[in-house]
T-cell receptor, first 115, second 113 residues
Framework: NAGVTQTPKFQVLKTGQSMTLQCAQD?????MYWYRQDPGMGLRLIYY???????DKGEVPNGYNVSRLNKREFSLRLESAAPSQTSVYFC??????????????FGAGSRLTVL | QKEVEQDPGPLSVPEGAIVSLNCTYS??????FMWYRQYSRKGPELLMY????GNKEDGRFTAQVDKSSKYISLFIRDSQPSDSATYLC?????????????FGKGITLSVRP
């Protein structure tokens, strides 16, 4: 029972390089999210996908693109990495609980360093 | 003013202590309140959630919501070293998997043996 799986766990990039973070969930959730977590800033939403085929911007979308490949997979792409994108990235998925609360299940995170 | 404010910490307590973690918020529309626990170098995991005002208890953990004061708390009784983690509050105004969550910045708790 894997839950939410993120790859890679660690990555070092040079400024200007591109890369894609992969995320897959096996819980049959419709909604998926990408967050970044920085010291003193908490979790900030980058992009989310309410269902297969739809994506929407979150709080900090600049410099990122996403693809909802199918119901299971949601990828995050950095086209031209900048040092300001050094962060820990979390993918999450959700299904509404019985009371309606939006309960997120997070992956283990991907630590990205941009030099 | 940030929508959700959380004591920055860090917080260090001896084993067996009662811990109180708090968040305040400004958006009176928030109705769903959650606490996530995040161990070092791991993803956050849901600890508890409550709807509207009141208390909810789960073992050593109690979540309390006071909507009139826009204040939520998480109490940990008989704290254990295994409770050492970062605790994040989160809240939303509407129900469902597409509702936007607003997170606090998190507070790091250390329970000393």
């Amino acid at each position: 029972n894997a839950g939410v799986t993120q790859t890679p766990k660690f990555q070092v990039l040079k400024t200007g390089q591109s890369m894609t973070l992969q995320c897959a969930q096996d819980m049959n959730h419709n909604s998926m999210y990408w967050y970044r977590q920085d010291p003193g800033m908490g979790l900030r939403l980058i992009y989310y996908s309410a269902s297969e085929g739809t994506t929407d911007k979150g709080e900090v979308p600049n410099g990122y693109n996403v693809s909802r490949l199918n119901k299971r997979e949601f990828s995050l792409r950095l086209e031209s990495a900048a040092p300001s994108q050094t962060s820990v990235y979390f993918c999450a998925s959700s299904a509404s609980s019985g009371s309606g609360a939006n309960v997120l299940t997070f992956g283990a995170g991907s630590r990205l360093t941009v030099l | 003013q940030k929508e959700v404010e959380q004591d920055p910490g860090p917080l260090s307590v001896p084993e067996g202590a009662i811990v109180s973690l708090n968040c305040t918020y400004s958006n009176s529309a928030f109705q769903y309140f959650m606490w996530y626990r995040q161990y070092s170098r791991k993803g956050p995991e849901l600890l508890m959630y409550t709807y509207s005002s009141g208390n909810k208890e789960d073992g050593r953990f109690t979540a309390q919501v006071d909507k009139s004061s826009k204040y939520i708390s998480l109490f940990i009784r008989d704290s254990q070293p295994s409770d050492s983690a970062t605790y994040l509050c989160a809240m939303s105004a509407v129900a469902g998997a597409n509702s936007k969550l607003t997170f606090g910045k998190g507070i790091t708790l250390s329970v000393r043996p």
